[in-house]
């Protein structure tokens, strides 16, 4: 299996592009199984969920091929509603899906998803609130079989804001004959993209980015070309490995308000930020000082984020807490952050770092963040860092590898 060997002590200099996001890819994927027309995803990333999501519709009769860097999906021979077991393993946004298949075929079955182990993530938000709009569901052992007769126009109130299962209503009630509204629902940018895609093929769906969405559902959506927003979590990746190593990076393809969470960690600290149109550029001389994060919801700190920057505490001078509110065990990289000589405890969902120098060692990718975290960390320890399994890495990142070695850094990808 693949692995990074990586020499630390580079700083970053240079530039990299940022791609479109992951998390909004995927579900504009589900998204686009609800259309009888032609779809082009402009610019889509061939990392490893996409392919994998690209492989699940294609199993349900949808065809798709990339031209160029556009991936384009026609999902008007729809044939099947059965998710495989074995591909809806391998990828937690498999369940977006349900939504998309019943609006179109009025049956799903799907089994329970996969996805990194962060957590129980469980998916009660989904069950419950389609199961609230009508749908019946027959949990069983390994699947869960869903059917829908007719839509309930009931309002929904989510009793956490849940990113997955506020895309997957939209899925469900974008093309229908209902008009419903969605309280405390999640407002991740991601979900305004998923609804941008499909009001500009000509749904209806208003108030995405604020606590309550209406989905007015309407009878079809036409044929578009889309380009997903940017990958803020990508972004913010390289921002922390700039600040982790010292050097200077321009990152462009970014919407700065759209990571103002990060941004202000950094503004208090010793490095040093700039913006410009869609490029933001960051240099650090010095190391940084300790800090406080806490991840919530959007807009708040991203958890997705929150491995990157517990390292950036681990080498910073002084004390870091970090606490991490969105899933439960999301600190499963901290015990390969201790191989490399950190300093740090766990007391629940509270991280307590003492920042210090970090020495290179043979570390475990655990999860897709939590890798990339381990990654930055080698970037920086003295000596050789060799992290395996980085396959959890390219589940999210496009050439991680390869754009780190373009900013200087000492890194090889050894199959
Ligand atoms: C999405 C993102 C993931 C990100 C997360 C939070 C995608 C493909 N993935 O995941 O990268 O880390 O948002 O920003 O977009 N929960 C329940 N019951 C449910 C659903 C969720 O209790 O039915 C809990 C989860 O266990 C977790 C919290 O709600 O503790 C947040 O989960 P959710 O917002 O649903 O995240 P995902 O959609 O899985």
Avoid at 168 to 184: G, P
Avoid at 391 to 413: Q, T
Wanted: proline letters at 3%; one cysteine or more.
């Amino acid at each position: 299996m693949a692995k990074y060997v990586i020499e630390g002590g580079k700083k970053l200099y240079g530039k990299v592009n940022i791609e479109s996001a992951k998390n909004a890819v995927l579900p504009i994927i589900a998204g686009a199984v609800l259309f009888e027309e032609p779809v082009i995803i402009e610019k889509c990333p061939k990392i490893d969920d996409v392919l994998n999501m690209i492989k699940i519709i294609e199993s349900l009769g949808v065809k798709t091929y990339f031209r160029n860097d556009d991936l384009v999906i026609d999902a008007s021979c729809l044939s099947s509603s059965n998710i495989l077991e074995d591909l809806s393993k391998k990828l937690r946004s498999s369940f977006f899906l349900l939504g998309s298949l019943l609006s179109r075929n009025k049956k799903a079955t799907v089994s329970y998803p996969g996805g990194c182990k962060i957590g129980k993530r469980p998916i009660d938000i989904h069950i419950e609130s389609f199961k609230s709009l009508g749908v019946k569901i027959v949990e069983g052992e390994e699947n869960i079989e869903c059917s829908l007769e007719k839509l309930s126009d009931k309002n929904v109130i989510l009793k956490y804001p849940s990113v997955g299962a506020t895309e997957n209503l939209i899925l469900l009630l974008a093309i229908s004959n209902v008009d419903v509204k969605i309280y405390n629902v999640a407002k991740e940018p991601e979900i305004e993209d998923l609804a941008n895609f499909l009001n500009s093929a000509g749904a209806k769906i208003y108030g995405v980015g604020t606590d309550v969405i209406r989905i007015v559902g309407v009878k079809k959506l036409k044929g578009i070309s889309y380009k997903p927003i940017f990958d803020r979590i990508e972004a913010g990746t390289y921002m922390i490995a700039t600040a982790i190593t010292g050097g200077e990076v321009e990152i462009s393809n970014v919407n700065p308000k759209k990571i103002q969470a990060l941004l202000n960690k950094f503004y208090n600290n010793t490095c040093k930020i700039g913006i410009k149109d869609d490029i933001i550029t960051i240099s650090s001389e010095k190391r940084l000082h300790g800090f406080f994060v806490e991840t919530n919801p959007y807009p708040y700190f991203p958890t997705d984020l929150q491995a990157q920057i517990a390292v950036l505490g681990a080498v910073s001078d002084g004390y870091s807490k970090i606490k991490e509110n969105v899933f439960e065990s999301r600190f499963e990289y901290v015990k390969e952050l201790v191989k490399m000589g950190a300093n740090v405890k766990i007391k629940e969902n509270l991280l307590e770092i003492k920042g210090k120098k970090l020495l290179g060692a043979e570390v475990k990718a655990t999860d897709l963040r939590g890798g990339a975290a381990l990654t930055l960390a080698g970037l920086v320890a003295e000596g050789e860092t060799v992290v395996l399994d980085v396959f959890h890495i390219e589940r999210g990142y496009v050439n991680f590898n390869g754009k780190l070695k373009n900013l200087g850094a000492n890194i090889e990808r050894v199959e």
